[in-house]
Every structure is written in C-alpha cells, then in structure tokens.
C-alpha cells in the first residue's frame, strides 16, 4: 500500500499494478559518454568534438540557446580532415526558421543544400561555420 501511495505520488501508477513497485531505477551517466561510436567525445565551453583515434576531429557541435530561441549546428569532417558537411537547426517563438543541410567538395565549396528556410532568413550557411582549433585533446 505504502508502494503504491509513493508510485501515484510520482505519477507512475502503472508501474506499481505491473508489479515495479520498490524497483530502483540506475542513475543516469554524469556527463557526455567517453565515446560515441568509436569516436572520443571531448567538450570545450559551449562545443562538442568528436575525435577518430588518430585524434582527428570528425564532428564539431555547437548550440545556442536563449530564451525561445535555439540554434543547434553540426559540422562533419572527413579522414583527411576536410569539411565535408554542415547541419543548422534554429528555431524561435515563431517556430521552424531554418532546418538545412550543406554538402561540401573537396575543396570546400558547398556544393549542395537541402532543407527548409522561411522566407526572409537568407544567411549564408557558411556563416554558422565554426573554424576548427589547433590540437583538439580529451
């Protein structure tokens, strides 16, 4: 009974009639995980890099978000260390104001987007780049 007033408590009824009454549930990781697909996850300030294990970055994340706006960019990097693409997710009060997608050449040109912009937000997407630092380490 005494299960079952703390599981309506916490909102979780259902659990407590399926027999999880008294179940402890793991903590969550404290923290970024080491490593993300075989990839080492370091974090400097507000970015988040993802290094190979020759300590090449292979993606750089950064987001901004302030009160009813959110910025979210990724930038994806070959072996040679060469950009090869770059994701912008923004949105503000007044919803979706940019969702797209940027594939690069070789030589670091975009040579292709895809994905939604409303009207009137007309900056580059090169502009949400972000230069990568000299000797990135975990």
Do not use: H, I
């Amino acid at each position: 009974m005494k299960a079952g007033l703390t599981c309506a408590a916490l909102g979780v009824t259902g659990l407590c009639m399926a027999g999880a009454a008294g179940v402890t549930l793991p903590a969550p990781p404290a923290g970024p995980p080491a490593q993300v697909g075989g990839l080492r996850v370091c974090e400097r300030g507000d970015t988040t890099f993802l290094l190979d294990r020759s300590g090449r970055v292979r993606s750089l994340t950064y987001a901004r978000l302030v009160p009813d706006n959110r910025l979210l960019v990724r930038q994806s990097y070959d072996r040679a260390g060469q950009l090869t693409g770059l994701s912008v997710n923004w949105s503000g009060f007044a919803g979706r104001l940019l969702d797209v997608r940027g594939s690069f050449d070789a030589r670091g040109r975009l040579v292709k987007e895809t994905g939604f912009r409303a009207r009137g937000v007309t900056t580059p997407l090169r502009s949400y780049l972000r230069a990568l630092p000299k000797g990135v380490t975990c």
